[in-house]
């Protein structure tokens, strides 16, 4: 079997696939923590909530095709899938506006488990200033570039009011990061080169209601009536159940 290296890999592989990669990490994490050493594509298609299918065809991106008759070596595959995604790195992380999601995001601690360490916590509200979370200092906005340079940040994450993150998102590309993940509802113009993920709760429920409201209206025989303003915004459900990114 030739690998791919992830630079490669990552040229070719379908942005849905992408999104589906860190389902398939964590359902390997807890086969591999409960010491499950091999899996089958069926078992662990069913711990990631996918179909087969679907997920043979995604692990045959990365080259990887398990055994027959044995299945694929979760340790291996682990491995491979971290590696593609880029968490064997260490990525720095800022955060900039530290009001209540900002406080929250800081004290989750999944994002250092999966190899994104929180460099710097920021905020334009000198009040803020003063508060420490999670054990980091909450800065001024404007010691951005420095701590940008002085920690290569490539990540910044947005959880400023929807008004500010514009700005924001300018600040970040202006100081050389390429990848943010935005939380306001706000759509950001950023340049080619640099990748936005929007995270918006409100959406994904309102996708619910729609899918809520249809079984609703089946259930009571009546045609399904469309909602105004459920668009495709970044998450779409899938067919069972899981909301991915768009393809
Ligand atoms: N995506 C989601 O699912 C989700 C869920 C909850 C909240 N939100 C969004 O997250 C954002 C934050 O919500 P919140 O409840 O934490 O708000 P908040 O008002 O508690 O906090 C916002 C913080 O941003 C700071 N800020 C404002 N302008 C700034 C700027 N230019 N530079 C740096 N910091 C700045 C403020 O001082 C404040 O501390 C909002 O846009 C909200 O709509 C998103």
Redesign the pocket.
């Known amino acids: 079997m030739t690998e791919r290296t992830p630079t490669e890999a990552a040229r070719d592989i379908p942005e849905a696939t992408v999104a589906r990669l860190p389902v398939y990490l964590r359902a390997l994490t807890s086969l591999a923590e409960s010491g499950t050493p091999t899996c089958s594509s069926e078992e662990l298609a069913s711990a990631a909530g996918v179909n087969s299918a679907k997920l043979r065809k995604d692990l045959s991106y990365l080259g990887s095709y398990g055994t027959r008759g044995v299945g694929y070596d979760v340790e291996y595959l682990r491995y491979q899938i971290a590696r593609e995604i880029g968490v064997t790195h260490d990525w720095p992380v800022v955060i900039?506006?530290?009001?209540?999601?900002?406080?929250?995001l800081a004290n989750f601690s999944g994002f250092r488990s999966r190899g994104f360490r929180v460099v710097a916590l920021?905020?334009?509200?000198p009040?803020?200033h003063r508060e420490q979370v999670a054990g980091i200092d909450v800065r001024p906005?404007s010691d951005l570039a420095s701590i940008v340079e002085e920690q290569g940040v490539a990540i910044g994450v947005?959880?400023?009011?929807?008004?500010?993150?514009q700005?924001?998102a300018d600040?970040m590309v202006a100081a050389g990061i390429s990848s943010i993940l935005?939380?306001?509802?706000?759509v950001l113009a950023v340049p080619e080169g640099v990748d936005v993920r929007?995270?918006?709760?409100?959406?994904?429920l309102q996708i619910l209601a729609y899918h809520q409201q249809r079984k609703s209206s089946s259930a009571a025989g009546q045609e399904p009536v469309a909602l105004d303003g459920v668009g495709d915004a970044g998450g779409l459900g899938d067919l069972d159940g899981r909301v991915e990114a768009p393809a």
């Open positions: 900039v506006g530290i009001g209540n999601l900002g406080h929250a920021l905020d334009a509200d009040g803020r906005f947005i959880s400023t009011p929807a008004h500010a993150a700005d924001v600040a935005n939380f306001a509802p706000q929007k995270v918006d709760l409100s959406i994904e």
